[in-house]
């Protein structure tokens, strides 16, 4: 059994969906970003770092695993799914994981932080991040055009990816003029275990939409989190 603590984002989902597509039993443990649950010590003993997600693998010992992407590889080591075992289809696993991870996420969730959460409009930090994540889709794009997933079959590092770039319109950005991501987004969307993990936890938000009377709640709140200068960022 699988402990698992997250929150509605994207490196939460990312989590998530590996679990529903491995079908590994998971017991979930909501916390509260804005209540800085992250924070508490009971939490910081699982995960140093204070960000979600995290789990705990009750039938290893009770053995924590933090950091999304190491998260991932174990639970993919773990079942033997989701990532070749052979030295090459690792490795081209392993740098699309780490593509998302040192790319994608953080230059997404700074547009997130520009676009929408912080109060005042710095525009040359918006085109900046907003900038960076488009020149990042069109790498996937100009990759996905040969290959119908990102490193052979369907892994580990297709969820990681797909949990971020499915937001994009969050960040201000459109993927119209791309076509094989378009292609490779839809593809994973309908998934049933991509449909089902990014339920978990259930919100009110859909991260895949722009606007509405609970998108611009939950941008409040983010945005008190900002201003008050509270320790991390914003949930996405």
Known sequence: ?????????????????????????????????????????????????????????????????????????????????????????????????????????????QANVFFRYFPEKIQPAIDRYQGESMRLFGVLDAHLKEHEFLAGDYSIADIANWAWVRTHRWSGLEVDALPNLARWLDQIAARPAAQRGVLVPPSDIDLTRASGDKADAFVQGARNMVETGAPGKPGV
Not at 51 to 60: C, F, K, L, N, V
Not at 71 to 92: F, H, N, Q
């Open 1 to 109: 059994m699988i402990d698992l603590y997250t929150a509605a984002t994207p490196n939460g989902h990312k989590v998530s969906i590996a679990l529903e597509e491995l079908a590994l039993p998971y017991t979930l443990h909501a916390l509260s970003l804005s209540a800085r649950e992250q924070k508490e010590p009971w939490f910081l003993a699982i995960n140093p770092n204070g960000r979600i997600p995290a789990i705990i693998d009750r039938d290893a010992d009770d053995f924590a695993v933090f950091e999304s992407g190491a998260v991932l590889v174990y639970l993919a080591e773990k079942t033997g799914r989701l990532m070749p075992a052979d030295v090459k289809g690792r490795s081209r696993v392993m740098q699309w994981l780490m593509f998302q991870m040192g790319g994608v996420g953080p230059m997404m969730g």
